[in-house]
């Protein structure tokens, strides 16, 4: 044993040298790779969160109903086109001159996010009294996953176009809701913010859809959620991750929602853009330039047939507190000409 | 892969060629976490997709309950299934280099290195890719 141990114990000290430094390294291996797989867990964690908050949003109550202003309207309920959710809304007759009740034009009036058909903060209960007044019918319903319709991912537009695209099915071969004034001959839209959008999406894709009126829409969905994840106080670097997430669970590709890019398809149909000159004052709506950009998207067709009115004063979704009578006048001349008068009383 | 690396001492002439294949041997295993983890996310993303539609005609917090519960699920699994994998190359890599095959073990330790900064590049992007800010 005491002969042995000198040559035995000779090379040790280099073998356990050797060894010691390759444990080291692979310990600092497996410590970056600890280190890594922790940070992307909890990265992959809060973009769970932003995910969900893309799709959870508040279902206000609907105040009132159209007989509060002492319109006429039916109950009506519809399926989406393509995806026949259940979508819940109002058909409101247009009222000639006389007193007499017609259908014969109709607008679409879709709301905007978070909201509902009769949407106090824009006023769309008077918006819908207004044009039934000046003799066009109303069809107002809530979008998927908003009032009374079935909840549904939001998409910005990309799948709520559904729910318009099935209001004009519904118009064109649906139950009547006034079987006494027939069908709507000639369908135009109006929406506010999402339901601008929304309207935009929906135009492009159905040339039924005669004109469109779009008020504060966006051009471009993206802008909007980057500036508004960090104002609702999430770091912006989470913002990525959370559409990625979003896209893996709701099949949402939030980098592909852009208006401005389908805006085109509309023409010649006339399109009137509104936006309000103070809207994004808290960073969390949508910048008056982006009426700006949709205008310049929408003029790269060549039959293109666009008005624009930055409203002065008005921030996200006020052009019709501000403005009044003067904004229901404009919209009425814009329809009107787009859609011809109505002749049913004649 | 021992028995390999310790016949490259006995073949000096070899021994440029055969330290290459080493080299390359031992980054493949070394990504093999890594290809792992790509594998089964990918697999997580595919069966969340499948399970959103096929929950469908239940509405959408059915097909949201289905979509988060199997993708966080799926996800958990590729955690689960790249730590065992990490463990065993680099137990593998141990192995290694007591057997002396130092080329080899080195090279999966570099691949290695290379997986964790590839988990944690979607974080470094995410840092440094611009986003639109407040106007």
Wanted: proline letters at 7%; glycine letters at 8%; one cysteine or more.
């Amino acid at each position: 044993m005491l002969t042995q141990t000198p040559s035995t114990s000779t090379p040790a000290p280099v073998e356990d040298k050797s060894s010691r430094k390759g444990r080291i390294w692979r310990r600092v291996v497996a410590a970056l790779l600890a280190l890594s797989v922790l940070l992307l867990v909890g990265y992959t964690g809060v973009s769970f969160y932003i995910a969900t908050q893309l799709q959870v949003g508040k279902r206000p109550p609907i105040y009132a109903t159209p007989a509060s202003l002492g319109l006429q309207y039916k109950d009506v309920t519809f399926p989406s086109r393509y995806d026949n959710l259940q979508i819940k809304g109002w058909f409101i007759p247009g009222i000639l001159p006389n007193g007499q009740l017609t259908s014969q034009r109709t607008i679409l009036l879709v709301h905007g996010i978070d909201n509902n058909r009769a949407d106090p903060s824009a006023g769309l209960l008077n918006l819908s009294s207004d044009l039934a007044h000046h003799g066009f019918a109303v069809l107002a319903f809530d979008l998927r996953g908003n009032g009374e319709s079935p909840a549904a991912p939001r998409s910005f537009g990309l799948y709520e176009q559904r729910d318009v695209l099935g209001a004009v099915d519904f118009l064109h071969s649906g139950a009547l809701p006034y079987p006494e004034l027939g069908r709507t001959h000639a369908i135009a839209a109006w929406g506010d913010s999402l339901g601008g959008a929304t309207v935009i999406f929906a135009a492009a894709n159905e040339p039924a859809i005669k004109a469109v009126v779009s008020d504060s829409s966006y051009a471009d969905v993206l802008p909007r959620i980057e500036r508004g994840v960090p104002a609702a106080g999430v770091p912006a670097m989470f913002t990525p991750g959370g559409l990625v997430v979003a896209q893996w669970l709701y099949g949402v590709d939030y980098y592909n929602i852009k208006p401005a890019s389908v805006i085109a398809s509309i023409a010649p149909r006339p399109i009137l853009l509104i936006h309000g000159a103070d809207d994004n004052k808290n960073h969390r709506t949508t910048p008056p330039a982006d009426m700006y950009l949709l205008a310049a998207a929408a003029l790269g067709a060549q039959n293109a047939n666009v008005q624009t009115w930055m409203v002065p004063g008005a921030t996200h979704i006020q052009a019709y507190h501000v403005e009044g009578q003067v904004y229901v006048d404009r919209i009425v001349a814009f329809y009107t000409a787009a859609l011809g008068p109505d002749t049913s009383g004649s | 892969m021992s028995t390999h690396s310790i016949e490259e001492t006995t073949a000096p002439t070899q021994q440029p060629v055969e330290a290459k294949g080493s080299a390359l041997h031992g980054v493949l295993i070394g990504l093999i976490p890594l290809g792992l983890l790509a594998g089964v996310v990918l697999l997580a993303v595919i069966a969340t997709a499948i399970a959103r539609e096929l929950t469908v005609s239940g509405g959408f917090y059915a097909q949201q309950e289905a979509a988060l519960i199997t993708l966080i699920i799926g996800l958990v699994l590729a955690v689960v299934v790249f730590a065992i994998a990490c463990w065993r190359v680099l137990h593998l890599v141990g192995l290694w280099q007591k057997a002396g095959a130092a080329v080899q073990a080195a090279a999966t330790l570099w691949a290695l290195g290379f997986t964790a900064l590839v988990i944690i590049s979607p974080i470094l992007l995410a840092l440094l890719l611009p986003q639109h800010p407040a106007p």
